[in-house]
């Protein structure tokens, strides 16, 4: 009877859980595998919702928790969060010795679990890498692809990418994005069954959301952080306009985070929205009924982009974060103008429903990363093919 394999999943951040849930679970509960979780950063964090919370509530156990970011939401605190993320994970690696180290995406303190691991001689994978978008996450993804030993891709797209920075074939998997899974088991009851102000709390005016709402999740671009707070503001003032009543989530920890939330929290203040409501984080099922009952879905996360495609969600992408990125039908991009935002959001909202894309995946991505982590060959090796 052969040993486990001790795979080791590190997340970092609110949308990181959402990113991989799926592949936990199914790691979870394969035969060969042991599932080694450790939850770390903003993930720790209640400013930013307190993911952890949630993924202990889903009945994962968590194997060690990493506290690494530092203050400052600017460019020298992300550098020196991620220093901090290489000393801390490699002394939980040296415990945990694990056979695999998955690397989540594209955030920066995932370089701090692709470069521990390296060094350490352990075996990297990697989900999402191959995809373009905006800011600092275009140089971390394909960092962290060049450092992986194993590729799970989301699109046919991000595999040709992967095979042409030099990867080998044989190690690029195109299992689709776990987000997508999470997507699919949403639609199985899709009807929002719940009330987000009485489960969730949040801040702000209690809203009636029966004749429909509006969801905001903009975060900073962190090459134009110091406009943070004048694009935030952009959008607050475009949103109040519609009137539509509106859940608008707090942003992700990144340089500029701090003038995204200052100018949410100054503007709460001077005009006193009396259609919105802010929340920090929610359960990532009910986040995505949440979305799937909306008018639309305003703002620059990159859920519009998957998710939103998947399920059939209308989505005013903003600004630059995503730009490059693969879309589906269902998403119109503008620039940071009131003007611009308004008129794509009352267009999206009075377009009815746009075709559902399945070019991130159709929801098995979970099963497929778990069936390669049991079975592929363990290499640390890499030559660069041409």
Same mark, same amino acid.
């Given at each position: 009877?052969?040993?486990?394999?001790?795979?080791?999943?590190?997340?970092?951040?609110?949308?990181?859980?959402?990113?991989?849930?799926?592949?936990?679970?199914?790691? +979870? &509960?394969?035969? #060969?595998?042991?599932?080694?979780?450790?939850?770390?950063?903003?993930?720790?964090? +209640?400013?930013?919702?307190?993911? @952890? /919370?949630?993924?202990?509530?889903?009945?994962?156990?968590?194997?060690?928790?990493?506290?690494?970011?530092?203050?400052?939401?600017?460019?020298?605190?992300?550098?020196?969060?991620?220093?901090?993320?290489?000393?801390?994970? $490699?002394?939980?690696? +040296?415990?945990? #010795?694990?056979?695999?180290? =998955?690397?989540? $995406?594209?955030?920066?303190?995932?370089?701090?679990?692709?470069?521990?691991?390296?060094?350490? /001689? =352990?075996?990297?994978?990697?989900?999402?890498?191959?995809?373009?978008?905006?800011?600092?996450?275009?140089?971390?993804?394909?960092?962290?692809?060049?450092?992986?030993?194993?590729?799970? %891709?989301?699109?046919?797209?991000? &595999?040709?990418? @992967?095979?042409?920075?030099?990867?080998?074939?044989?190690?690029?998997?195109?299992?689709?994005?776990?987000?997508?899974?999470?997507?699919?088991?949403?639609?199985?009851?899709?009807?929002? +069954?719940?009330?987000?102000?009485?489960?969730?709390?949040?801040?702000?005016?209690?809203?009636?959301?029966?004749?429909?709402?509006?969801?905001?999740?903009?975060?900073?671009?962190?090459?134009?952080?110091?406009?943070?707070?004048?694009?935030?503001?952009?959008?607050?003032?475009?949103?109040?306009?519609?009137?539509?009543?509106?859940?608008?989530?707090?942003?992700? @920890?990144?340089?500029?985070?701090?003038?995204?939330?200052?100018? =949410?929290? *100054?503007?709460?203040? =001077?005009? &006193?929205?009396?259609?919105?409501?802010?929340?920090?984080?929610?359960?990532?099922?009910?986040?995505?009924?949440?979305?799937?009952?909306?008018?639309?879905?305003?703002?620059?996360?990159?859920?519009?982009?998957?998710?939103?495609?998947?399920?059939?969600?209308?989505?005013?992408?903003?600004?630059?974060?995503?730009?490059?990125?693969?879309?589906?039908? #269902? %998403?119109?991009?503008?620039?940071?103008?009131?003007?611009?935002?308004?008129? *794509?959001?009352?267009?999206?909202? #009075?377009?009815?429903?746009?075709?559902?894309?399945?070019?991130?995946?159709?929801?098995?991505?979970?099963?497929?990363? *778990?069936? @390669?982590?049991?079975?592929?060959?363990?290499?640390?090796?890499?030559?660069?093919?041409?």
């Amino acid at each position: 009877m052969s040993l486990k394999r001790n795979i080791c999943v590190v997340v970092t951040a609110r949308p990181s859980y959402s990113r991989i849930k799926t592949a936990l679970r199914a790691i +979870d &509960k394969h035969p #060969n595998l042991e599932l080694q979780l450790i939850v770390a950063g903003s993930a720790l964090l +209640d400013r930013y919702g307190t993911a @952890v /919370n949630y993924i202990e509530k889903d009945g994962f156990h968590v194997k060690e928790r990493v506290f690494m970011v530092l203050e400052g939401e600017n460019p020298t605190s992300m550098a020196k969060t991620t220093g901090l993320g290489i000393l801390e994970l $490699a002394t939980v690696f +040296d415990n945990l #010795n694990p056979d695999i180290v =998955i690397s989540i $995406a594209d955030r920066y303190e995932t370089m701090a679990t692709a470069l521990a691991a390296s060094y350490m /001689n =352990i075996t990297l994978a990697h989900v999402q890498g191959g995809e373009v978008t905006g800011n600092i996450d275009e140089k971390v993804r394909h960092a962290v692809t060049k450092l992986a030993d194993l590729h799970f %891709v989301a699109s046919e797209k991000a &595999k040709e990418r @992967v095979i042409k920075m030099g990867e080998h074939p044989e190690s690029v998997y195109q299992t689709g994005c776990p987000s997508i899974d999470l997507a699919a088991s949403a639609l199985d009851r899709p009807k929002l +069954d719940f009330d987000p102000q009485e489960k969730y709390g949040g801040v702000g005016t209690d809203l009636d959301l029966s004749d429909g709402y509006i969801v905001v999740m903009q975060h900073p671009v962190t090459t134009e952080y110091a406009s943070a707070r004048q694009h935030v503001t952009q959008t607050l003032e475009a949103v109040s306009e519609i009137g539509k009543p509106t859940l608008w989530f707090w942003p992700n @920890v990144d340089a500029g985070s701090d003038g995204t939330s200052t100018g =949410i929290r *100054a503007y709460r203040e =001077i005009h &006193k929205p009396t259609n919105i409501r802010f929340f920090k984080n929610m359960e990532p099922v009910d986040f995505l009924k949440l979305l799937y009952n909306s008018r639309c879905l305003i703002g620059n996360s990159s859920v519009g982009i998957r998710e939103c495609a998947f399920l059939g969600v209308p989505v005013v992408n903003i600004g630059s974060r995503q730009a490059g990125r693969e879309r589906g039908a #269902n %998403v119109v991009d503008v620039d940071y103008q009131v003007e611009a935002i308004m008129q *794509a959001a009352l267009s999206q909202m #009075n377009g009815g429903r746009p075709a559902v894309s399945t070019i991130y995946g159709n929801g098995s991505a979970g099963e497929r990363i *778990a069936e @390669v982590l049991a079975q592929t060959e363990l290499r640390i090796d890499k030559k660069l093919t041409y």
